[in-house]
Structure formats: C-alpha cells, structure tokens
C-alpha cells in the first residue's frame, strides 16, 4: 500500500507544481529509496523550485513513534 500511495502523492504534487499557485510546496513523506526523492526533486527543478531535503536524526526515533498516527511499528521508524 505505500508505494500505490506514494505514487498518488507524486502525481497530485506533479499537478500542483506543474499549477504553480505557490510559492513553495511542503511534501511530508517517507524518502527511502533515491528514485522517488530524484522524481520529485527532478520536477520540482524544472518548475522553478528549490528543493530542501530534510532528514530526522536517528534520536528522534522514539519522539517519532510516541507521536505516529499511522501506527507504525518503532522498528519501521527505526529503519527510515
């Protein structure tokens, strides 16, 4: 189920950068493997945005799973 969802989540992004009604555009997702990171961030270049990429340090693992509302294991959080 997570990649069929985050193939939605490009494709509705894609449409909302290709609109271009704003000045940035915030994406919360989990980034693990390269490909999805270098299609968002490929797209996002041609349309005129800069890209930042964000990533949790490996402490914050528990605050993450004491806050997670997709009852992700601690482990999965772990992982990512």
């Known amino acids: 189920m997570d990649e069929t969802y985050q193939r939605s989540l490009i494709k509705s992004y894609k449409k909302l950068a290709d609109d271009g009604l704003f000045n940035f555009i915030l994406i919360d997702m ?26 949790l340090n490996e402490n914050d693992a528990a605050t993450c799973y004491q806050k997670n509302i997709h009852k992700r294991s601690l482990n999965d959080i772990e992982q990512v």
């Open 30 to 55: 989990i980034n693990d493997k390269v490909n999805a990171i270098d299609e968002i961030s490929s797209h996002a270049n041609l349309r005129g945005y800069k890209v930042f990429i964000i990533e």
